[in-house]
């Protein structure tokens, strides 16, 4: 039996994870699964991620590798990943999520930063809600790696950034964590934390197989953020936060989905926060509700206002 070919990024981050999808693959249903590292777009470009204008800058080079047969899945971070379907791919299981917060990493907490303190994200969701949680502090605009951005705070260039909790787990640097932000103060980037496993749409036998590490809760969950996100008609660099939870289902009650979702205007001085539930079942529908509800307390406007002004 030959190896399943696991297409990948290949950062530290994106390695381990696609390993750790890998590893239970094999455990599960005896599959060998062999690591593939593909350079995408958004590892080449220097461009700020938000100017790189449209989205799946992550992505694309690996749905590629998946058309053309170089490999048979992909392992994607779901927030990464673009709403709109792709054309002859399927989304065939969503990996349980991990810890999707967001964390301040350096030697200070949000409240014991000095006034004017310089902080490093590149994700207007991040800085809309930063500046609505401190307004003095200076944002800067940063990309890379997270342990470039790690480093900038150990060289003193800043006085910390924000990372995703699960990202900096899966790169061993929990330890530059200081503060992770409760989900009423930063609401996560819809997908934050869950993986997924893309592979060709004519590959009924291995979108079986892949199935075996489907986490129902997760995709339930996920479904719900990423249909507010395609209602706004929003990318991954929009100011953007949605959360759902799945509550476990007691015997006897109704499992039920709780979602969150927030739109800011990038100076954090506007933001609309909603939230619904609803049975897991109804998770597409739980966010197209929510979304609506957003635009028509003028989620759209806030949207536009999506580039960081340098300050
Ligand atoms: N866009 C980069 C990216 N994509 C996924 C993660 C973190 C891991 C995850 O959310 O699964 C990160 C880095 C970050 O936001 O800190």
Redesign the pocket.
Known sequence: MTALRLGTRKSLMATTQSRRVGDELTRLTGHAVELVGVTTEGDISRAHLAQMGGTGVFVSALRDKLISGEVDFAVH?L??LPTAPAEGITLAAVYRRDDPRDALCGPLKLADLPRGARVGTGSPRRVAQLRALRGDLEIVPIRGN?DTRLRKVADGELDAVV??Y??LGRIGRRDAVVEVFDPADMLPAPG???LALECRSDRLDLIELLATVDHAPTRAAVTAERTVLAVLEAGCSAPVGAYATVEDSAEEEQPSLHLSACVAGIDGARQVRLSGSGHPERAEEIGRELAAQLLAQGADQLMGERHIEPR
């Open positions: 971070s927030k990464d997270a990372l995703a699960a990202g934050q934390g869950a």
